[in-house]
């Protein structure tokens, strides 16, 4: 699993959207259920915003349906979880 986090980490792409998030704490959720708590590395609801899109002049900004995360907070939780798991577990390495 901890290889799954590696790709994922060097995959981000430029807007981290919802289906982005989805796949990596489905990666949380397997590495969870080995009995590692990965928990501190999840993102949080209140972490994913709406983008807004331009609006027209003398109109309020309009926002996607689909909420992203801040690129160096996925960042910053991937490296995190990668790290914490190589500390906790060196035998782990990057097979699954």
């Known amino acids: 699993m901890l290889q799954a986090l590696h790709e994922q980490s060097k995959e981000v792409p430029a807007d981290i959207d919802e289906g982005t998030i989805g796949v990596y704490h489905r990666t949380l959720d397997s590495i969870q259920s080995q ?35 801040s690129n160096s907070v996925f960042r910053a939780r991937i490296a995190g979880a990668i790290q914490d798991l190589k500390e906790k577990n060196p035998d782990m390495g990057s097979h699954d």
């Open 35 to 69: 009995g590692f708590d990965v928990s501190a590395y999840r993102i949080s609801d209140d972490e994913l915003k709406p983008q807004g899109v331009a609006p027209t002049v003398g109109e309020p900004p309009e926002h996607l349906p689909v909420r992203y995360c």
